[in-house]
C-alpha cells in the first residue's frame, strides 16, 4: 500500500521559516518524481514544486521561486520542502504528491497545515 504521511507544518510569522518532511512507503521511491502542492482555503489544489527521481531536474513555481527548496533523500524515502521567507498567502494545507510539474497525482498524503500570521 503506498502511504505518504506529511509533517512539519505549524503557525509561522510573516518572513518566518519551515521545514516540510514527507516520508515515504510502499512504492519504489526513488523510482519516481515527487512534487508539493497546496490548497489554500477556499481555492483550489495548486502545484508548488517537483523534483526528479535523481534530483537533477527541480521546477517551482513562479509565486514560491527562490523562498523555498524542494529536496529528497532516496536512501529514506524522505521528500523535504524548506520555505523560507513565508507569506499569509503561504497559507494552506500542503501535500506530498506522487506527480511530475502538476496536480495530476497518481498518490496524495493527507496533508500538514501551514499557516503565516502574526
Known amino acids: 500500500e503506498v502511504q505518504l504521511v506529511e509533517s512539519g507544518g505549524g503557525l509561522v510569522q510573516p518572513g518566518g521559516s519551515l521545514r516540510l518532511s514527507c516520508v515515504a512507503s510502499?512504492?519504489?521511491?526513488?523510482?519516481?518524481?515527487m512534487s508539493w502542492v497546496r490548497q489554500a482555503p477556499g481555492k483550489g489544489l495548486e502545484w508548488v514544486s517537483s523534483?526528479?527521481?535523481?534530483?537533477?531536474?527541480?521546477s517551482y513555481a513562479d509565486s514560491v521561486k527562490g523562498r523555498f527548496a524542494i529536496s529528497r533523500d532516496n536512501a529514506k524515502n524522505m521528500l523535504y520542502l524548506q520555505m523560507n521567507s513565508l507569506k499569509p498567502e503561504d497559507t494552506a494545507m500542503y501535500y506530498c504528491a506522487r506527480s511530475w510539474q502538476s496536480t495530476d497525482y497518481d498518490y496524495r498524503g493527507q496533508g500538514t497545515q501551514v499557516t503565516v500570521s502574526s
Open positions: 523534483i526528479s527521481t535523481r534530483s537533477f531536474g527541480i
Open positions: 510502499g512504492f519504489t521511491f526513488s523510482n519516481f518524481a
